[in-house]
């Protein structure tokens, strides 16, 4: 049999650069520039001093320029490029009779993407086109990978944000944000030292958790045999430096938070905190107008901003209002400290919102500040007087010591700044971290540690101060009208890449005689056979220790897009399954839950198997009650259904919800097979959080309440974070994105009169 004869290297982008990198180094000619060349003027530069150079005229102004060629055009001996740098687009207007031959004819050779350095002549052709009548250059750095296809650019934000250097070349506003996001930082330190602030670095790996009540990310030191944290704030590294003295101190910095993803959080992210002695809540806030100025001003001409479609006013003077006065103003009455709690209690309850018995009124009137008043605030605003229960660092206020003196910035629904009259007693802070010690017992991982050297530190004496920290992250999508956080990192947290590849490589698989392949690599390279045999090996645990049906099962292909599926066995057989194997009402329940959210996502993505993924859903557990085990769950229910004559391929579904606590199960591939996965532990946690609100409803349940839960750890504590976790990256969601995909399906659900959500 004759082998298939190879490529052509015409069909391969790549390898026809590559080819032309060799020929150049086979020439003597380096691809990769050097030594270094002269850069006289920028594109920005050229733009504005040539304004008013009229159509056809040549000057005599020699310019030297470097920048990545972003077009070409060639017209016989004439080649017209389009040379980028940082400021922007020039055209190059380049001849064969300037170059001579063997110059324009390497030249023509140019990839879009080369980075070349050119001079000549400013000109402006008869169009009307500022060009530069090139004479000479010379290649800088050879490109071996397209660009994208011009017209359509880089628009999908999963790769834009993985691959940040194609997005700037390719979409310059995106460049943009961070060439603003730069002057915004530079604007912030100028100001900070204008008013007599100094820069400071504290560390970032920690033996003490504290400043914030957040999850940190935990390592291991070596050398000292030590756990440590990454930092979750640097509030009292820089108040230690009050007590030595550093009377203005500020820091930027990276925070790190083992806590989701959404719009507005990342792991890793920019704050800056500031403290100031001798000053109090008011002197922050008089901070944080000036610098919220200062930083605008460096990348708007307006102090009226717009924001996602709002106008927001920096101007003037900023609201500051008590807490209590933006609910009694949302409730219609008066609410302080001294309302009494049953009638507190009574308010969240009209408005469906959950309580505890052990919450005093400042916790019960942060919730209804929280969930109903905070997202009303447009322009900026400082939300004062916060309860003590919430405020653990914060100084009493002396005219009601239930309050502190702290403000939170609001703008636009969001907070921007967290500031207090800091809590220079430690005699109450020691107090203070007690409490949150019991607490972290009790079950808050996010609460504080106890830091003894800390108290230590305040007992010899810290001056009284205020405080402030502002998300710089956030900031800049403010000033920047970016919607994401995302959009302001330049490398945002991403699921890992190899992930993503292993997994679209299990989706290509092929089963046959109960064996698995993986495709064959593009290349013989030797990655490329690594990454194909570890997928073997993967593929090879599949089935392990299994028999009978659930071999059969395990072995069956995923269910393949558009094709038609039969279950094998009707809904109403189902349901007498069901309840035949569980006597349990909440495990009933539950699976009719799972078949009526499965049927609602299989009207969005396989309509016409709605009645196969309703049924895979309401089965998904039918083995629970009886066979609560990892070794056996979901390998009794494809027994079941095998003895019911029901396809493998339900089973198949079934068994992939489980595969993370079981080798031998399939891992879902299938768009049904991760919708069942991240719809079943969401919607448990789900549950647990409905039998908490006075509504007993899913109906005005909010993601940030669920969110709130989530985070939680001691709530629900059967219910997998990871696991829910690993459900939003199936989905290719965000944790927010996913929690707000699934109560809104629930509340549909509950819409169209579905029992299982009543």
């Known amino acids: ?239 230690r430096l009050l007590v030595g003295g550093m009377e203005r101190v500020f820091e930027i910095g990276r925070q790190f938070r083992n806590e989701g993803m959404d719009l507005t959080h990342n792991p890793e992210f920019t704050s800056m905190e500031a403290y100031c002695a001798f000053s109090d809540v008011e002197g922050m806030k008089r901070l944080t107008e000036g610098m919220f100025r200062a930083a605008n001003a460096e990348v708007n001409d307006s102090g009226t901003i717009s924001y996602q479609g709002q106008d927001i006013e920096l101007g003037g003077t900023w609201r500051s209002v008590a807490m209590s006065d933006l609910v009694s103003e949302h409730v219609g009455e008066t ?190 390279s030797a990655p490329a056979e690594r990454d194909a045999g570890a997928l073997e090996g993967a593929w090879a645990k599949v089935g392990e220790g299994l028999e009978g049906a659930a071999l059969e099962a395990a072995r069956t292909p995923a269910p393949q897009e558009g094709a038609k599926l039969d279950a094998g066995i009707s809904r109403e057989r189902a349901v007498e399954l069901l309840r035949e194997h569980n006597e349990d009402d909440y495990h009933i329940l539950h699976g009719l839950q799972l078949e009526g959210l499965m049927r609602y996502y299989a009207r969005t993505y396989d309509l016409a198997n709605e009645e196969f993924w309703g049924i895979a859903g309401m089965m998904h557990d039918l083995d629970w009650e009886e066979f609560p085990t990892e070794e056996e769950h979901t390998i009794r229910t494809a027994e079941m259904l095998a003895a019911e004559g029901a396809a493998p391929v339900l089973a198949r579904v079934v068994m992939t919800h489980n595969y993370d606590v079981n080798p031998a199960l399939p891992k879902p591939e299938a768009q049904m097979e991760k919708v069942l996965y991240a719809c079943d532990e969401l919607s448990g946690l789900i549950n647990a959080c409905i039998r908490l609100r006075p509504s007993h409803s899913v109906t005005d349940m909010s993601v940030k309440s669920l969110k709130k839960k989530y985070k939680t750890a001691s709530f629900a504590a059967g219910c997998n974070r990871e696991v829910i976790a690993q459900g939003a990256a199936f989905m290719e969601m965000e944790l927010a994105e996913l929690f707000g995909s699934i109560l809104e399906a629930e509340k549909a659900l509950v819409e169209e009169g579905n029992p299982a959500f009543a």
């Open 335 to 524: 609410v302080t400290l001294d309302t009494p709690v049953g009638r507190l209690r009574e308010l969240l309850d009209a408005e469906h919102l959950e309580w505890q018995e052990d919450w005093g009124a400042g916790k019960l009137i942060f919730t209804l500040y929280d969930e109903l008043c905070e997202s009303e605030i447009v322009n900026p605003t400082f939300v004062c007087d916060y309860p003590v229960e919430v405020s653990p660092l914060a100084k009493r206020k002396q005219d009601d010591p239930r309050l502190t003196d702290r403000f939170e910035l609001v703008i636009a629904g969001h907070e921007y700044a967290n500031a207090f009259s800091e809590l220079n007693d430690p005699v109450d802070q020691e107090g203070r971290f007690v409490s949150q010690v019991e607490a972290k017992k009790a079950g808050d991982d996010e609460a504080m540690d106890y830091d003894a050297d800390y108290i230590r530190a305040l007992e010899y004496g810290m001056p009284p101060a205020g405080g402030v920290g502002y998300g710089i992250d956030r900031m800049v999508m403010l000033l920047c009208d970016q919607s994401s956080i995302r959009d302001v990192l330049l490398f945002p947290h991403m699921r890992p890449e190899a992930a993503l590849q292993k997994d679209a490589l299990q989706e290509g698989a092929l089963q046959e005689g109960g064996q698995m392949f993986a495709p064959a690599p593009a290349s013989t």
């Open 1 to 239: 049999m004759a082998e298939e004869s190879a490529p052509l290297a015409e069909d391969d982008p790549r390898q026809v650069r590559l080819n032309k990198r060799e020929a150049l180094l086979a020439a003597g000619e380096g691809p990769y520039g050097g030594p270094a060349v002269e850069i006289t003027h920028r594109t920005g530069e050229l733009s504005k001093a040539y304004a008013a150079l009229e159509n056809g005229v040549t000057t005599e102004d020699r310019v030297k320029l470097a920048g990545r060629v972003m077009a070409k055009r060639l017209q016989g001996k004439i080649a017209f490029l389009v040379l980028r740098d940082r400021e922007g687009d020039i055209q190059l207007f380049c001849r064969v009779n300037e170059l001579g031959k063997d110059s324009f004819s390497a030249l023509k050779d140019l990839d879009v993407g080369d980075w070349i350095w050119v001079e000549g002549l400013i000109m402006r052709t008869m169009r009307g086109e500022l060009s530069v009548a090139v004479d000479g250059w010379k290649l800088q750095s050879k490109s071996l990978r397209p660009l994208p296809e011009k017209f359509h650019g880089l628009t999908d934000k999963e790769t834009r944000y993985r691959q940040r250097y194609v997005d700037m070349v390719m979409n310059p506003e995106s460049k943009a944000v961070f060439v603003k996001r730069s002057r915004i930082i530079s604007a912030i330190r100028r100001y900070m030292e204008e008013q007599g602030y100094l820069e400071v670095e504290t560390p970032i790996l920690q033996e003490t958790l504290g400043g914030a009540n957040a999850k940190p990310f935990t390592t291991h030191f070596n050398a000292l045999d030590q756990e440590c944290y990454l930092r979750i704030a640097t509030e009292l590294h820089l108040k």
